[in-house]
Each structure stands twice: as C-alpha cells, then as structure tokens.
C-alpha cells in the first residue's frame, strides 16, 4: 500500500518511519524541505496513486483546516483522508464538510503513543464510515502495537468519535497522572518515614494495583533524579484536558478528578495567584492577619 | 457580674474592654505585664467573688490545657469555667474531665468576630449543661452582637458543642474567602472586559444574593488596593478548617468545597510543587515535552 | 420618564411594579394577554416617546434573540435597548450587532435579585457606552436598591460585562450555597452534638464573619422545616454557573470550590452514577468486593 | 523455609497457598477450623521452628492488636512478626512496643494485589529493620511477582513505613479508578457518538499512555456487562483512602484528586444528599425555584 502523510514533526515523522518499517509505502510531505519527500502537496497527490489515502498529522485548528482545503483541491472523488492530529471533536464536522462536497472521504483518528509510539505503536481510535476503516485497516494495522488488533485499535463509531475517545483518554491520562504526582508529594514529604521514595514506586510495578505505563515512566524519571531536582513545577496543559471538561459540564457529568488535575496545572504556572491574595486580603481584614507584602 | 478573664491578647483583650463597656466586672490575667490587671491566677481567683466565672481566651493546645490546669488548682468546687479559645472540640472533654474532678463546671464556646467584634459584638456558640449557659448569661449578652440574643448567640448542645459549631463556621468561612477569590481571579484576568473590578464587587453589596459581611470586607480590600499590588498570595490555614475535613472524612460527609479552600492554602505556601513537579517529569518522559529547569 | 418593557414574567412583572413605584411611567409586552400593557411590539413602540428606551427580560437564548430582531424591526434610530435577561454575555456582541446596523443602542444588564427584588431592589451590572448609561440612569435608579448607587449598580464595562459580572456573581453564589449545604450537612451529621442546628445558623447572624442574605434565608428555610423533610436534594443548575467554569478553563483561572459546587448539582440529579458503578466494578474486579445489585 | 501464618481469609489462604507453591513450609492458624492448621496460636508457635517468622494478616483494627498481644504471649524472645493486614501505620508504632517488650521483632507489611495475588504474586512494602528484613527475604521472594526483586518488592524505612507506602498507594489507586469511571461515564453519555464503550477502553490496552491493570481490569468487566447494568453505583471505601486524606491534611499537602476520589464514593452511597436538599432549599428561598419534594 502506498500513502500520503502530511505533517512530519516529531509525530508525523516517527510514524511515517514506522509506517515504511512495516511495509507501508510512504511519500511524506512537509514544508520543512529538510524533511520532506515531496515539494508541494500537489506533487504528493502526484506520488500517491489512486483512490488515494493521505494521513493529516499537523498541529490542530488552523494549520490543519488550511491542509483540509489544500487537500480538497489537490485530491479526487473518491480519495481517502484520515486526520489524526489534537484536533477538537467538533472540528472534523467542518473538515468533513469541506472534502464531503468535492466527494472526498474523511476518517478522523485519535493517536496516543508520545515519543514511544515509533517503537511500541500507537494507539489508534478511529471515526467515520465501516467501508473507510475497512479500506485503511493496513494502515492502522501498520501503526498499531503488536498484539491483538482489539487491544490498541478501534473503530469508535461515525466522524468525530475517534477524536472524541481520544479526548476523553487524555482526560483520564491528566487525573492518572495527578494521582502519581499527589502520591508522590506526601511520600517525599514524609522522608522521616519513607526512606526510598524511587524504590517505593519502583516496587509497585508488579503485582500491584496501580500497575501501569505511567507508574515505569515515573520510575525512570526518578531514576534518573529521584528528588526531581533539576525540573520545575510548570506544566502545560494542551486543549484535550480542557474540551474533556467542556464535555462534562456541556452534559452535565461531573468530573472532579479530571478537573482537579486541569486546575493543579493552572496554578503551576502562576507566579502568584489572584484568588489566594483575595483570600490573604479578607484574612487581614477580618482578623487582623498579618499579610506577606508582594 | 464579675468574672474573670485569662488571656489578654488581641482577642482577649477586646473582649474585656467590650464585657467592661456592657457593665460586666472584668479582673483580667496575661503574662505580660503591660496588659495584665493581676500579677497571678491565684490573685485572680481571690478577686473573682465566688461562685466565680472564669472565660479562658488562650492560644489553643497545650496552652490552654495548662491554664485549665492551673484553674483547677486555683479555683473552688462551683466554680465555672468557660474556654473560649480556637480549641479543637475534641480537646473539650479532656478539658472538661480536668476540671471535673474538682468539682469545678464547664462550658466551651466558639467565638467569631475577629477584630471587629470589639465594637460590633461576637456571635457565641456555646456547648455545656443549661444550668451553667444560664448562669454566664450576662456575659454573653455582653459579648454578643446587639439585637435578638438568638441571632448572635445559641446553645449548641453538650460540652464540645460550641467548638464543633465554631470549626464548621471556619470551614464554610473558608469556602466562602475562595468562592470570592476565585470570581476575583476570573473578574481581573478579564480586564479587557471588566474595566471596574472593585466596582463591581462594590455593587454586589445590596440587592444581590451575594452580599454578606465577608463581600463587604472585599471592597474594603479593594478600595484600599485595587490590584491587591501590595499583598502576596500566601496564606495561612487555622486548624478549624482542617478539622472540618477531618469530621468530613470520619463521618462520611462530603466536603469538595471546604477542601478546596484548604488545598488551595496549602499550594499558595509552596514555592515549588512537588506534585507538579511530577507530572512535568511524566510529560517529559511520555511525550518528550519540554520541562522547564529548576 | 417612559420606558418599554418586555416580558412581564416572574422577573419582568416584579420589575415593572418597582418601576412604576418609583416614578417611572412602564409600558409592558407580554405574549401572555393576562399581563401585558398593549397587544404587539408593535404597539409598544408607538407608546412609548423616542427616543425609546425598551428594556427586554424574556428567557436567554432564542427567545432574547428573536426579541431583538423584533426591536430591530420596531423601533427607531437612537433608541436603546437594555437586555436584562440571563444571557450569556457572548450573545451580547450578537444581539448589539442586530440592533447597531439600525443605529439602534445597546446595553446588557446583569440582574440579581431573585423574587426579592420587587422590594429591596436589584443589584445591576450593565455594560455599554458611557452616554447610554447617563441615559438610562433614572431606570437603574428605579430599580436598584435604596442606598449609595455605587452599591447596588455599576456600570463594568463594555457591551457584554453586565453580564459577564453578572455570570461570575452566580459562580461565587453556588460556591457559598455549596459552602453552607456542606456546613449543613456535617452539623446535622453529629446531631449526638448539635442538638440545635437551626439555632446554630440563626446565632450567625450577627457578629460572625459568615453573615450574609444565604445565611439569612438558610435561617427562613430551617425554620420553616428544620430537617429540610419535605425536601429532595434534587438540584438544577442554571446556565452561568456553567459558564463561568468555561471561562475558568479559556482563561486558566482555577475554579475548584466553584466546579464543585456544580459537580454537587449534576450528581444531585442521577438516580444512579455511571462512574461509581464502574468504579464498584473494579473494585470488584481486583479485590473481590461485593458489589451492591442494581 | 517455615514460618507460622495467622489469619486465613481471603488473603491469607491465598497467601498460604503462593507460599507453599513457592518452597515456604507453612503452618496458618485461624479461628475457622474448616481452614486452619492448628487449633491454637500456642500450637501454632510450638510447630514453627524457632527462631520463628510469624506472619500476621487480619482484620485491621482491634482484631490485629489482639493477635499481636496473643503472639507477645505465644512467642519468644528472637522471634520476628509481620504485620501485613490493612492497619493503618500509626498502629505499627503500638504493636512494634508490645512485641519488643518481650524481645519479639517486628516489621509491617504493605500488601497488594488483592485476589490476583494468589496466581501473579503480592506487591510487598516492609517498614522495618534491615536485619528483619534480610531475615524475611526468602517470604517475601515467594510471595512478590516474579520478575527483579525490586519491582515487586521494597524496603521503605522504618517500622511504620511499609504500612504508609500502602496507604499512599490506595490514596492513588482510589484516584486512577475515579479518573477511568469519569471517562466511562462522559463516554456512556455520548453514546450518539461512542458507538462502541467496551472497545474504546479495549483499545486503549496496548500503546496509549493510559495503559494499565485497572484499565484491563475495566475491560473484562464492560466484557461481562457493557452497560455495568447489573451494578449498582454504591461504593464502599476503606480505610486506607481516609488516612490518605489525613495525611495530606497534616502535613500540609494538596490533594484535589485523591479526595475527589473518596467524596464521590460518599455522595454514592447516599439515598439523598442533605447538603443538596440544603442547596435546594436555598434556591426556592431566594429564587422562588420550585423543590422536588422528598
């Protein structure tokens, strides 16, 4: 099989990469020429023969909506394109539309896998039409862990779903990750009592029940700095978090943890924070409280 | 009346010169000197006429276990002591149990006021026998605000009971600072659109189911700093509030509100989080995402 | 003064009684023949003399938007128009456009109040131009409470802030409902201690640093029913809460004891929580727990 | 090796049969005689060669303490016990003195892996001395997952510490269960678009950053019941998650996820909510919104 993929950053590049390690032929288009296979994205529609699959994986809103209408105009009825960057949910609708009348299909899918996944594979969930996945699974296949297809591909249900899964994963990913970093506070808090903070997570990786991807990737990063000592407490938080949160008050499901872990994030990027001069503020009111000065 | 007061600090002596304004006799005690109406709680005790009431206003724990302890040596079977201070309720029965022995009564109270309720009153939940709350009457209706006794003033139940009340009114009290903090925070962040933030706090004040005490203290802050420029955002926790957890987890009550404030208090102390620190470590480790250095 | 007014709901009936007793001359609209002044929008323009001030309070959402192309239609170049609905302040820029295209004025109006207002008066948010409040001012003044203006009326900002600070004093006022409803709940939890909760509350109405109008009317609805007995724990939330979580998530502006307090909400209203049964799940899954039959 | 071995529940009988699978003579004691070796704790001590290595794994609480007197009774000088059952640390501090008095060695054991302990090995956490724990190796190596000792396997400090390193791993293991039922339930809810709950989580098993034992654990029970239909959302919690939330409150650290975790799991076992009803009743008085009766 032989497909286009737009988009080779960190992510594109690694799956193009995997995609030719297992037998997927690849023309790669980016407007970085370092990279590049092709020039232009007309020249890569060249490439690809007919009915063609192009892979979008650019960085979500604009920039991938800007390829959708390249895309439009440089591909046929009856081409394939499967998006599967960051993309909010609610934007495949539009990029759907926008191929959809010049007869373009359109898949999206939601990836997880980070830096590892050009070894481990990716995870793959998938949105759009029974007869597209079918027509793409070597793709997935070729992406997708080793192990039964089941466990690290799905095909979610119509357009938007597998971006939708994919949100709600990183949801799930951002509370799990609070949990470790909550765990890890109060153990190196007590360092009276917990004399090996890495050996601590480090045993919990077998036979425990919080067992888990994140638990060997906190074990390494311990490994390599067990106080954490050369990192800051500012982290980033990219737009799944914050659509998963949208979604839950948007149908009224509550999610306290997800939320939590969206909102630890926020403070940690603040120098100082409003609220908490407010509240220092109504203290020395009320009761005199001697205030920090800024 | 006459009664005795122990402890003579911002609290307390407040509290003597509104008990003096309202027509109570007030011998009062402290170790320092330069407040003090008697060099000793002996001497306060031969004062006091008997059966004398004496209001403890001590710093909580050990301090005030230790004035117990010295009441129950200086004063006479009859007697009624009445402990006023931030103590946890838990410490009540110790306290009462002390003095029991002696044949000596006991009551607890929860105050609130701050620093205001020298000239406004303080609202007083007191736990104890009916016989004593009715003896030490007078001195609550000294203390209290004026108008209707039961709008400033209730007995709560048994012994321990005032200082539960007080510890669940610091907990909502805390809830209540962050609830105005966090529409603060909100409120400036959006200065492209909220061109009058004191203002608009400022107009919450009548009319609105907002406005309250602590809003009217708000725009005190406000008026006098409207950027809070001059305050940090560091703030101390009393341990009321984290008792009230500690009830809410023993008891099975759900408190995300009240535990938030707190949370909140504890993240503004930290110069760094460890939490955090984690999880930039795990989206270092996942996704190559940059950290920023300690 | 003359002013128009449509909607004579709840909310717009009581405003237009205040009105008219303070001196100002109402004309209402009301698809409700029961309660309306003139028959059509129509009419309601040719009785109030130009140029008109009409101040619209039908529900938020379609119903405002089709109002104003009504007015849009109805009335007059230099005429204003004032929205004091619940509206999210992102239809402000919408409805301001509509009615600017006929050089029609606009100012958005944020309400509080509730079915108090009729008496003590409202609490006005309103944003717009400078010259179109000077304008309106007999209005607010009409409206608001008695007492310094500056503390029941503000004018925020631009187009858009009344309501904006009008979402955000509803996001602080389920945060102090939720911190009282948590306050509740424990002291009724340890009934074995508090034997008079209601007492409790009403003692904080005075000289404590939790005073204010929820306060007050916790005291009327113990009162009326000091188990809250006749009543569920079913709770709606209404659109600004949400709202303001939502701008807490685009501005990166933490709100946890706010989005608790709407969490509460949602969970208040499941008869059973899909989440809790997952985590009965696994909790049987790995340990074996029994898990309760649905 | 042969050691004595109290308390042949759940755990301890699957204990009991790893230990023999794994070369550990055992001699298990417990008040069932359907399960136990010996009919008596002293018989028990007679039959394990001294210096002996008991170890103990009963309910929590005041059942343990009593079979660590038992034991201070039973055994001699030389002697080690391991506590291994769900007690919370600060018991360890109790138990270590009731044994050392007599010269008994103790250690705590932290124990996961509930009952898939049996056939994949207990994740283990001892506090305790280094001898003691030299002493023990062969036990724990029989007990812990196959695979490197320190995957499974940890010396946390001292006595005390394995206990807390179990805590602080159920704190954590509480808040990843709540982050995966808050995906399942945002999932379930848009079933419009997430045609296929059981395979999203399926898919998430190999290559995504989610992935982990409670997540294959997810999947087999949406296999059983993709609708968890049959389950109700009432969950218990234990200790372990309660003293989590102590901790973090005395020592100051934040823990928004890990009591999200342990709330939702009080409001889920709640026929109706008091503060809720608290909140509605607050509604109706200042809005006039209507009440669901009780």
């Known amino acids: 099989m032989h497909i286009g993929l737009i988009g080779l950053g960190r992510m594109g590049g690694n799956m193009r990469a995997r995609l030719r390690d297992n037998g997927i032929t690849v023309t790669g288009y980016d407007p970085n020429p370092a990279v590049t296979d092709v020039p232009t994205i007309a020249e890569l529609a060249q490439a690809v023969p007919g009915p063609r699959v192009v892979w979008v994986m650019v960085p979500a809103g604009e920039i991938t909506t800007g390829v959708i209408r390249d895309l439009a105009d440089a591909l046929d009825e009856g081409d394939l394109v499967i998006e599967g960057g960051n993309s909010k949910f609610t934007d495949d609708a539009v990029h759907a539309g926008i191929l959809t009348e010049k007869g373009i299909r359109y898949m999206d899918a939601g990836v997880s896998g980070g830096v590892w996944g050009k070894e481990n594979g990716y995870g793959l969930m998938v949105g759009g039409d029974a007869a597209d996945v079918e027509r793409a699974l070597p793709v997935f296949d070729a992406l997708r862990p080793e192990g039964p297809r089941e466990e690290g591909f799905v095909h979610v249900g119509p357009v938007g779903s597998g971006h939708y899964a994919k949100m709600v994963h990183n949801g799930i990913e951002y509370a799990m990750m609070q949990a470790f970093a909550e765990?890890?506070?109060?153990?190196?808090?007590?360092?009276?009592?917990?004399?090996?903070?890495?050996?601590?997570?480090?045993?919990?990786?077998?036979?425990?029940?919080?067992?888990?991807?994140?638990?060997?990737?906190?074990?390494?990063?311990?490994?390599?700095?067990?106080?954490?000592?050369?990192?800051?407490?500012?982290?980033?938080?990219?737009?799944?978090?914050?659509?998963?949160?949208?979604?839950?008050?948007?149908?009224?499901?509550?999610?306290?943890?997800?939320?939590?872990?969206?909102?630890?994030?926020?403070?940690?990027?603040?120098?100082?924070?409003?609220?908490?001069?407010?509240?220092?503020?109504?203290?020395n009111q009320f009761g005199g409280h001697a205030v920090h000065k800024a």
């Open 183 to 283: 765990g890890y506070e109060l153990l190196e808090k007590r360092s009276d009592l917990i004399h090996d903070v890495t050996g601590t997570f480090a045993a919990w990786q077998r036979g425990t029940v919080v067992r888990s991807w994140l638990l060997d990737l906190m074990v390494l990063a311990l490994k390599d700095d067990p106080k954490l000592a050369e990192i800051s407490g500012y982290v980033e938080d990219s737009g799944e978090g914050r659509w998963t949160i949208e979604e839950g008050i948007n149908n009224a499901v509550p999610l306290p943890a997800i939320t939590a872990s969206i909102f630890a994030r926020f403070v940690s990027r603040q120098d100082d924070s409003p609220a908490m001069k407010a509240v220092a503020a109504l203290r």
